[in-house]
């Protein structure tokens, strides 16, 4: 019975320590990657084109708000999905890959400017908020940053529940 736990428990752990399929090729796409100041339109051929970046703010829960500052602030997640050729990879070695923290500082990633923002939290490891990043074999990457906002803005209750 013993020896039946301990052999479960090597093969949980070679599972838990196994490299994914994967890890050579985010590995040798990163390697051959580039600078992260240089966006992926600049290298396109024969001209530099615009970088199409997609935006969308979900929005978790709304609080702190206060009409006397103006000022409200939100918790939700940002997500961003562009397209960058220099993360394009072959199918066969996965369908997607999710990036850990460190390798995502390794990929150019769009700025985010928030009109009339006064204070927006930034992922620090364990911090609570989340952050993910995953490519996709066309070189398709989708970021999701769960993020802590405050927002200057004309707070008006007067009418609550019944503004418009």
């Given at each position: 019975m013993r020896l039946l736990l301990l052999l479960r428990l090597l093969l949980l752990l070679r599972c838990v320590t196994a490299m994914?399929?994967?890890a050579p090729?985010?590995?040798?796409?990163?390697?051959?990657?580039?600078s992260i100041?240089?966006?992926?339109?600049?290298l396109s051929t024969p001209a530099p084109t615009v970088d199409v970046v997609h935006f969308q703010v979900g929005v978790d829960m709304m609080a702190n708000i206060d009409q006397v500052r103006q000022r409200w602030s939100m918790n939700g997640y940002f997500r961003t999905w562009w397209h960058d050729p220099r993360l394009a990879f072959n199918e066969t070695d996965a369908k997607f890959i999710?990036?850990?923290?460190?390798?995502?500082?390794?990929?150019?990633?769009?700025?985010?400017?928030v009109e009339k923002a006064v204070g927006m939290t930034e992922v620090k490891e364990n911090d609570g908020l989340a952050e993910s990043m995953t490519i996709y074999p066309t070189g398709l990457v989708f970021r999701s940053q769960q993020r802590e906002i405050t927002l200057s803005c004309p707070v008006n209750l007067k009418f609550l529940p019944f503004d418009n």
């Open positions: 994914p399929s994967w090729a985010i590995d040798q796409i990163l390697a051959s990657y580039g100041a240089v966006r992926p339109g600049e999710h990036l850990t923290a460190a390798q995502q500082k390794q990929v150019w990633q769009p700025t985010l400017y």
